[in-house]
């Protein structure tokens, strides 16, 4: 992915508890649960929910976010496209990440089975 830094900037600069409430929102739209989005979450970040709402609370940027997780060892398996980019290709290590949780919940809303977006198969 040939962004800008502009780009990687406002992403590591985003709150994750900015975002949160939209995956939250996108999920149950579709019949998916919290408790679920929060079981992706852990699988990509080892964050259990205590820690999840510690993160939001104390409106952690991306970067810190992911500076703080313990990214899952088949994270590189999150492959694909999401927002007009295929994930394999982002050059930027946080900007990835990122995608790899927004392609992740993506999954979980168009009602993929758990096994396969926690890359169990």
């Not at 508890?17 to 970040?45: F, M």
């Not at 993160?55 to 992911?66: R, S």
């Not at 060892?73 to 946080?94: F, K, S, V, W």
Request: hydrophobic residues 35%; aromatic residues 8%; charged residues 35%.
């Amino acid at each position: 992915m040939k962004a800008s830094e502009t780009h990687h900037e406002r992403m590591a600069n985003m709150t994750f508890g900015s975002v949160y409430p939209h995956y939250v929102t996108k999920i149950e739209k579709k019949g998916r649960t919290k408790e679920e989005l929060l079981q992706v979450i852990e699988w990509l970040t080892g964050f259990d929910k205590l820690k999840v709402q510690n993160l939001i609370d104390n409106k952690v940027t991306f970067e810190e976010f992911f500076r703080q997780a313990k990214l899952n060892q088949n994270a590189h398996l999150i492959t694909g496209m999401i927002c007009g980019y295929r994930i394999e290709e982002i050059d930027n290590p946080l900007t990835q990440k990122v995608r790899y949780l927004d392609k992740l919940v993506d999954e979980l809303a168009k009602g993929r089975k758990m096994e396969k977006i926690l890359r169990e198969e």
